[in-house]
């Protein structure tokens, strides 16, 4: 079994495209006419505000579904705003200290409530801690009970973050979100495109390279003059601090935003802990969380922060109930000075013409309304043969409509999901019960959702329940003790089984797919399926497993019996079978798999030759 290993990487890839098939679905007229008159709209703002530049993106379900560039990056040379135009994003930088500070208490090297003195001499009131600098709330007397927003204050949280991270903020910030994300047009300061030797000692040739790059398509900065004319002006700040100081794109930050709703820099409850507003003693709900302003709006939440230079301003606004988001950059104050005391003063991001824009949008229905799922009729089948029939520990593919809030076609687990060897049960926010337990999740998309059923469910017709951001739908499965079937994959209008050679080529005619070629007689090939039982030792479902082979099972090819040097659990509610091919056959062949007295999905073939 030399060739064992990339024979369980191919099954796998072969467990995760096979079965990972959904239709696209392109924009109606009426949704693209609403963005449409939003676009024009926007635009329309922008010159009423005087904006010489501003780049813009709308994202829905981790995904831009619009983007466009309106004025100039750089009046007097003529270069155009576009998504990809960096800027100086301001006090969103607030929202990455988020990120930085809620991983240390995640990772519980931080607690909000230790004093502040305890990291710096900045703030040096009693009875202030973290948490206040951290909600805006420190000024007060005594602190916590009422909001002031203080950018200048908010920046004395980078010793926290120096402190808990065990490096100074700027580097903590590039590793632990910029590369993490690989955010390649986002900068930790305008300093370190021109970085002193001191400072590029922190970085990588690649990343100075980079940094460098983006510097020189930096937006210029601009104030209006009484004329209502751009005026080029300086640059408000050089280095980055845990207040301001980032450099990035819409394209970059719609990244970010995705990388949020993904959960992949803070747990779900981590994250919720940082958007809950802070309630002061006497009961009242102040606007300003761990980092972000929350808000409701149409009765539905609303996170958001705003970004205020006299030169630069910035606008991210999430509703995350809608896997919605907006976000705007510019290289003026107009995005934020008109509505200053709205913004910072009360923490209303509704006193801004920009956002009610497009939270009016977003109360239309259309593009961007999101529709309760729905499970189709015997939409609950077994992964590999697609009969209404699964098992214990067996992959199984839900189909439906409007299953997950995510772009077509979807998407399968990252690694960094698998947790001390656990299969995710949740991903995109989509949770699936089997029998009111919880299955691993291998793939979401808005028509399909793969999962591996879990190993203590009945026998006989069980619920199912899919639940995710836009509601909950149930169904029914039958489930037998055990249901075996091959994988296959689909080849103009036949279904041929996935096979492949000792060197990982596939098994098939030339022509059938790429590197395909016929197995031949006393040749080793494998095979791959799903719902085949217990092995010896059993093996746990939802969790990465050892290898663990079948007790028995019998392979026929072409109704001739064919040895086997093994047979079992490869990958979780994987199997791969190790074939020898017997001599004397040609053409397409059928094969068959049987355990248990049962045997694998009939009309299943192999090339032979």
């Known amino acids: 079994m030399l060739y064992l290993s990339s024979a369980k990487r191919w099954g796998r890839c072969a467990l995760l495209t ?336 920009f956002a009610m824009l497009f939270l009016r949008l977003a109360q239309e229905p259309g593009v961007l309304a999101a529709d309760a799922p729905a499970l189709g009729s015997n939409g609950v089948v077994n992964a590999a043969s697609f009969v209404p029939i699964v098992s214990p520990g067996s992959w199984a593919t839900i189909f439906g409509q409007n299953l997950a809030a995510i772009a077509p076609p979807g998407r399968g687990w990252l690694a960094e999901e698998i947790v001390d060897g656990a299969l995710p049960t949740s991903l995109e926010g989509v949770t699936v019960h089997v029998a009111g337990k919880p299955a691993a999740i291998s793939f979401v998309g808005p028509g399909q959702i793969n999962i591996q059923i879990p190993d203590a469910v009945p026998v006989g017709r069980v619920s199912i329940r899919v639940a995710g951001p836009t509601g909950s739908s149930e169904s029914e499965a039958v489930v037998q003790s055990i249901a075996p079937a091959l994988f296959t994959t689909r080849i103009g209008n036949r279904d041929v089984l996935v096979a492949i050679h000792a060197d990982g080529t596939p098994v098939g005619w030339p022509g059938q797919m790429p590197r395909a070629t016929p197995a031949r007689g006393d040749e080793t090939i494998s095979l791959y399926g799903t719902g085949f039982g217990l092995t010896d030792p059993p093996r746990e479902s939802g969790r990465l497993v050892e290898m663990a082979p079948l007790a028995s099972f019998i392979a026929r090819i072409g109704d001739v019996a064919a040895s086997s040097d093994f047979g079992g659990m490869v990958g979780p509610g994987l199997y791969q079978f190790n074939i020898r091919v017997p001599l004397n056959l040609s053409g397409d062949q059928v094969v068959f798999i049987e355990t248990g007295g049962i045997t694998t999905q009939t009309g299943m073939t192999i090339a032979v030759r």
């Open 18 to 353: 096979v079965c990972c098939i959904s239709l696209s679905k392109s924009l109606l007229a009426a949704d693209e006419e609403r963005l449409r008159q939003f676009q024009d709209s926007l635009d329309s703002v922008r010159r009423q505000y005087r904006i010489p530049g501003l780049s813009a993106a709308i994202v829905k379900n981790r995904q831009i579904i619009w983007e466009k560039g309106y004025g100039y990056a750089d009046v007097a040379n003529g270069i155009t705003a576009q998504p990809d135009t960096p800027y100086l994003i301001a006090s969103l930088t607030k929202t990455f200290t988020s990120m930085l500070l809620m991983r240390c208490v995640e990772q519980g090297s931080l607690n909000l409530n230790d004093p502040i003195r305890n990291y710096t001499s900045a703030i040096p009131e009693p009875g202030v801690t973290v948490r206040h600098v951290f909600t805006h709330t420190s000024e007060s007397r005594p602190p916590g009970e009422a909001y002031r927003y203080n950018g200048n204050r908010f920046g004395a949280l980078g010793a926290v973050v120096d402190s808990c991270h065990g490096t100074p903020f700027r580097l903590a910030l590039a590793k632990s979100i910029l590369d993490e994300l690989n955010l390649l047009d986002t900068m930790p300061g305008k300093d370190a495109g021109t970085p002193s030797a001191a400072l590029a000692a922190n970085f990588s040739p690649e990343a100075l390279a980079r940094y460098s790059r983006t510097l020189q398509r930096l937006a210029k900065p601009y104030v209006i003059d009484s004329r209502g004319q751009a005026v080029l002006s300086n640059y408000p700040q050089n280095d980055v601090n845990a207040s301001a100081g980032i450099i990035s794109t819409v394209r970059d930050l719609a990244r970010y935003d995705a990388a949020i709703d993904r959960s992949l820099l803070l747990r779900a409850e981590t994250q919720e802990a940082a958007w809950t507003n802070p309630i002061n003693s006497r009961g009242q709900v102040l606007p300003y969380a761990l980092g972000w302003f929350v808000q409701r709006y149409g009765g539905q939440r609303v996170l958001w922060h705003y970004g205020y230079w006299d030169t630069f301003s910035a606008l991210i606004l999430k509703i995350p109930d809608r896997q919605l988001t907006l976000l705007l950059l510019a290289n003026s104050d107009g995005l934020s000075a008109p509505f200053s005391s709205a913004l910072g003063g009360a923490g209303d991001v509704t006193g801004s013409a």
